[in-house]
């Protein structure tokens, strides 16, 4: 266990609030700054926990067993956060004297960034910012162009860079309307014409990180790929346990033990052991990632990265199949959207939807 009992009795006690709120409430808030989650990969010296990256992911499993929109959006506003460790040090010691600072923003490449004097200014519009309400930057990805012509690397391919940008700059559009992970209050966000320094443009590449930290030796894409994979795990733990909770009270029923018991609780270990199973075989690959991580050099193997990619995606495949599978013979109290089991089945197929593994 991460988490301790209060803690835990704390975040079941205020996850229906953030529901029907749609978004973190404050309470729920300052239960993550007091716990600074949203800086779990922070280095120290800019008062993050630098926690190593097998503790990180238990937080964040942990977290979304017990309540899956607060656990995604702490990996997803601790992932942005994690961009600390790429950003101009100077620059990163003043924003990380807030200790409220969230990062959060989109992956996808959403407008441009035209080059002006020393700094950019960016245009467009991004969709998905988690945590959208309480960021104090927003950050994303955008096209450079520089004197009315577009940059291009020598591949060919359009130049890109990562910006962060204040909140205080960016237009929000509350579009959030989701049947699952509510409290995420995932927005869409947009620029127009916005100046910013060069210094808030970075690039998330071992190479060009700002901090010694191993967590920065870790390449993006795999570090993406099993924070957001610990959250459908923790997510699908807690399914299965809330299944196996009620075949139980089920079976008080003599007519329903007679005609159901044994097939459907077989059917469920025989999942519950497959993903043990499964789940163990990713926190070990997870485990060797940190590994070489720390050891710098030589670098990291990409047979490894590539079996962290394919093994991710067939574990949320497995995961959403078995979903379905279980959830019609649940009864109508699944459901009901109170229940807690029709909260984690809401969540753990909201959460499907993001591309990176699917």
Request: glycine share 6%.
């Given at each position: ?24 409430t404050?309470?729920?808030?300052d ?51 994690m ?6 040090p ?19 490449v ?156 077989k ?10 199973a ?18 710098s050099e ?16 067939a ?33 753990l197929?909201t959460a ?7």
């Open positions: 266990m991460t988490l301790t009992n209060e803690q835990i009795i704390q975040i079941r006690e205020l996850q229906a609030a953030g529901i029907q709120h749609k978004a973190l404050q309470a729920q808030l239960m993550i700054y007091t716990n600074n989650w949203f800086n779990l990969w922070v280095p120290q010296d800019l008062h993050g926990l630098e926690t190593s990256f097998p503790q990180g992911l238990a937080v964040l499993e942990e977290l979304a067993y017990w309540d899956g929109g607060l656990g995604w959006t702490v990996t997803l506003c601790s992932g942005a956060n961009f600390a460790g790429f950003i101009d100077e620059l990163a010691k003043q924003v990380w004297t807030d200790p409220k600072v969230c990062l959060g923003g989109s992956g996808q959403g407008g441009k960034a035209v080059r002006k004097g020393d700094g950019y200014e960016i245009s467009g519009m991004w969709s998905y910012a988690t945590g959208a309400p309480h960021l104090t930057h927003f950050t994303l990805n955008a096209e450079i162009y520089d004197a009315g012509q577009q940059v291009f690397q020598p591949d060919g391919e359009p130049l890109i860079r990562s910006f962060f940008v204040p909140r205080d700059q960016v237009l929000v559009h509350y579009d959030w309307d989701t049947f699952g992970l509510e409290c995420t209050a995932s927005h869409s966000f947009s620029l127009d014409q916005v100046w910013v320094p060069a210094s808030y443009a970075f690039q998330l590449d071992p190479s060009h990180k700002q901090s010694t930290s191993a967590l920065f030796q870790i390449p993006f894409m795999p570090f993406a790929e099993l924070t957001l994979l610990v959250n459908y795990i923790g997510m699908f733990r807690r399914f299965t346990d809330l299944v196996e909770k009620y075949y139980f009270e089920k079976s008080t029923d003599r007519k329903w033990a007679d005609l159901h018991s044994k097939s459907r609780f059917e469920l270990d025989e999942i519950q052991v497959k993903h043990a499964s789940r163990k075989d990713i926190l070990q690959l997870a485990e060797l990632l940190w590994t070489q991580a720390k050891a030589p670098a990291i193997d990409s047979s490894l990265l590539n079996e962290i990619a394919q093994k991710s995606r574990i949320v495949s497995e995961i959403r199949n078995d979903t379905t599978a279980l959830f019609p013979f649940l009864g109508i109290r699944a459901a009901q959207r109170t229940s807690e089991l029709n909260i984690v089945f809401r969540n197929f499907s939807q993001h591309s990176l593994l699917r």
